[in-house]
């Protein structure tokens, strides 16, 4: 990120959301705010996308992570989770139209030019703040997570749920691991829903130069990909962390929930989708 300024790769992923309400009609997430809270000409952004159709699989993946993370969400209020923590919120809109937000605190978490951004967009799209949702800034460089969400009242003995969406990929493996460790410390208990890759090494000679031009792309705005991860020694550092249940969806697995009609054309490497949880 520049400094001051909002996170350009979560205006992206706004964008993408966006996007899909409009190529795809939202059918595998819809998003009714997600036109709305961009507050840009949506129909010059779907015809970019068309004549760029490479950014489809992002644009899907969004899609499907965020669908992903809000049935998660949805079941796991059931059993008991009253705080949700949204980490690298940028414009996402769980917390101004989501079906379980009258059930939980709603911490939005992020940079403070970001969230600044966030709320101007609000302000200006007509989308009021509901009574449930506390802003937390953070900035990282001067104080932890757990810090930010004390300030803001986060209660660390209640159970909570926590979506970090995008951002994982951005982060240094000791930052990752250092997030990880608090949300598995909750004496609460804690789900979180995150996505990471696997290392490019990993991947299909066409799929590491897509990779790569898409890393040239984030590196330009300033916000580079650092953290890449082998799905079997993930699992067990979060199982050292004190999740006990761990659910991972590479490509192959997204693909079979979400569109199933492309399983036989879906590589085995590239973007997962995990929730893991400490109850």
């Known amino acids: 990120m520049q400094t001051g300024q909002p996170s350009r ?16 009609e939202g ?5 009714s705010l997600a036109v709305r809270v ?35 969400l949805a079941a796991a209020v059931e059993h008991g989770v009253r705080q949700l923590v949204v980490l690298g919120a940028g414009l996402d809109t769980y917390a101004y139209r989501g079906a379980m937000r009258d059930r939980l605190r709603i911490f939005e978490v992020d940079h403070p030019a970001t969230q600044a951004w966030k709320r101007e967009r609000l302000a200006e ?4 703040l509901p009574g449930t949702l506390t802003f937390a800034p953070v900035d990282f460089e001067h104080e932890t997570l ?14 909570s749920f926590f979506t970090w969406l995008g951002v994982v990929p951005y982060l240094t493996e000791e930052a990752v691991f250092g997030t990880l460790r ?23 000679a066409g799929m590491r130069a ?40 590479g490509p192959p697995e ?17 973007g997962h989708i995990v929730r893991a949880a400490t109850f």
């Open 9 to 24: 790769t979560a205006r992206a992923a706004a964008v993408h959301r966006a996007v899909h309400q409009v190529l795809e």
């Open 27 to 31: 059918r595998i997430f819809a998003d």
């Open 38 to 72: 961009l507050g840009e000409d949506i129909e010059g952004l779907a015809r970019e996308a068309e004549q760029n159709p490479h950014r489809r699989a992002m644009r899907i993946f969004i899609a499907a992570r965020t669908r992903f993370a809000e049935g998660a």
């Open 125 to 128: 799209a007509g989308i009021p």
């Open 146 to 159: 757990g810090e930010g969400l004390g300030a803001a009242g986060f209660d660390p003995a209640e159970r």
């Open 182 to 204: 608090f949300i598995g410390s909750l004496r609460g208990g804690a789900q979180v829903v995150f996505d990471y890759s696997d290392p490019p090494g990993s991947f299909s």
């Open 210 to 249: 897509v990779h790569d031009a898409r890393a040239a792309h984030v590196a330009e705005l300033g916000e580079s990909w650092v953290s890449y991860f082998d799905s079997d020694e993930l699992r067990a550092r979060l199982t050292a962390l004190g999740f006990f249940e761990v659910e991972d969806l």
């Open 254 to 270: 997204v693909a079979a929930r979400y569109f199933p009609r492309r399983v036989g054309v879906t590589p085995d490497k590239g």
